[in-house]
């Protein structure tokens, strides 16, 4: 199909993929499934205090965080609450097993089979991992007065229906998977995303009616902060490989050769760091709620303080400084991990290939690893800014009514891309023009 004359690229790419029925059959079918997941959110639990519950998430800047990324379900309390945070989780409790436990690793070597086995496991450790979190989620609203009807029945169907609605939402990711566009997880946690910030649009009003000059500076700042973000995500060094082969021709030997790269992105580790970092976060204010009593205030109401992600200078410097090196640290383990399970210097052996005045065999595997650590000291230096840019923006502009959720565009710009990566290849193998370069 050819392009009209000033029509731009994205919204001839789109008009070209909804003309294709199969790919139009997937988009839309996403799309029932988000609109399908966005009534779900608003499905409620038993025995919960809804003005009390509103009370406390305004009050609480880290559970406004964790409810941005479960698309207002963790702010209704419905049966969404988890969103499909616990399913992730069991992931990276997966992939940290696998290299260390041999039969785990055996299994995954299996090939499509062994990769089968593995997502069935991670099935089963998401059930109790979404029982647990909410079960601590309990906890934390009924030591806050949320839950008016604390006994066992109420809390058994609570955690039942929590558990349920995390494992449905995985499901209904995993149709995306199949019968959608792909990323069905991610799809997942991007739409309520987007249906979150909705509410941060509709503060703009207010927070420039308080301080224009600090609203215009915040709008320039988010701005400066997607484009980075998008530019560090798209980022990567690559490293250049040759394959020499043999081939027999006429009963002569030829040797030829070819040349290909590796790309080593900056970030490697994706959300992944920000997630375990947000989890260590909400720990010790999740601990320091059972033992806090109005009556007498001590040594856990100073912790409960300290971990809260809504104090400024000086006292938010604690938070926001063991969140940057936490996220730090963990980009840079969870790279290596990642690293070393994708096995280069043995598959390129194996297959022939070497880096251009490297010498196969160690001599590869210390390069690349050397190569490795500078690009993920970049990246996880990057991830770590990204993760206080909330408290740079509130420094800068002097703005508190809106709150650069950064880890979010991270999310939301990752999964966009993705996404249209995989539009783009399907339009290709039609012979249909794309919208990336």
């Known amino acids: 199909m050819a392009q009209k004359e000033g029509q ?4 001839q ?33 038993p025995g919960v205090d809804p003005q009390a519950l509103a009370d406390f998430f305004d009050q609480s800047a880290l ?26 989780t069991a992931s990276i409790i997966m992939q940290l097993l696998v290299p260390v436990i041999p039969r785990l690793q055996a299994i995954s070597q299996q090939g499509e089979a062994g990769q089968r086995q593995i997502n069935r496991i991670t099935h089963f450790l998401a059930v109790p ?6 079960y601590s989620q309990i906890a934390l609203l009924t030591s806050q007065g949320v839950i008016t009807h604390p006994d066992g029945l109420t809390t058994a169907t609570i955690i039942l229906s929590i558990t349920a609605g995390t494992m449905f939402l995985v499901w209904m990711g995993e149709l995306i998977t199949e019968r959608g566009i792909g990323n069905g997880i ?65 009963g002569r030997m030829y040797r030829q050769s070819g040349s290909t790269y590796i790309p080593l992105r900056v970030n490697t580790a994706g959300m992944i760091p920000l997630i375990f970092a947000i989890a260590m976060m909400q720990m010790p204010r999740l601990i320091s709620s059972y033992f806090l009593t109005p009556q007498s205030p001590g040594f856990w109401d100073a912790i409960h303080r300290a971990f809260d992600p809504a104090l400024g200078l000086p006292a938010g410097l ?15 383990f969870y790279t290596m991990v990642i690293f070393e399970q994708m096995s280069l210097p043995r598959t390129l052996q194996q297959q022939g290939g070497f880096i251009p005045g490297v010498r196969p065999g160690k001599s590869t595997a210390d390069y690349l690893n050397s190569v490795i650590k500078h690009l993920t000291f970049g990246g996880a230096t990057f991830l770590a800014m990204v993760a206080i840019t909330p408290f740079i923006a509130r420094l800068v502009t002097g703005v508190t009514l809106l709150e650069i959720q950064s880890t979010a565009i ?13 539009l783009e290849s399907q339009l290709t193998m039609r012979r249909y023009d794309g ?3």
């Open 8 to 11: 731009p690229r994205l919204i």
């Open 410 to 422: 991270l999310i939301a710009v990752g999964v966009a891309l993705d996404t249209m990566k995989q």
């Open 186 to 250: 991610s799809i997942i946690i991007f739409g309520g995303i987007v249906a979150s910030l909705a509410e941060q649009v509709g503060r703009i009003g207010l927070a420039f009616q308080e301080n224009p000059i600090g609203t215009i500076a915040f709008g320039l700042f988010g701005a400066v902060v997607l484009v980075i973000i998008v530019y560090f995500i798209e980022a990567h060094r690559r490293i250049p490989v040759q394959y020499a082969k043999s081939t027999f021709r006429g």
């Open 13 to 45: 790419a789109m008009r070209d993929a909804f003309s294709l029925p199969d790919l139009r059959r997937r988009l839309l079918f996403t799309f029932g499934i988000l609109v399908a997941f966005r009534f779900l959110v608003h499905v409620p639990l």
């Open 63 to 88: 559970l406004g965080m964790l409810d941005l990324f479960s698309g207002g379900a963790m702010r209704n309390f419905s049966i969404a609450a988890m969103g499909v945070y616990p399913y992730i």
């Open 435 to 437: 919208f990336l370069k």
């Open 318 to 332: 604690l938070y926001w400084g063991v969140y940057f090196l936490l996220v730090f640290g963990f980009t840079f």
């Open 129 to 134: 991992m979404a029982a647990l979190q909410g």
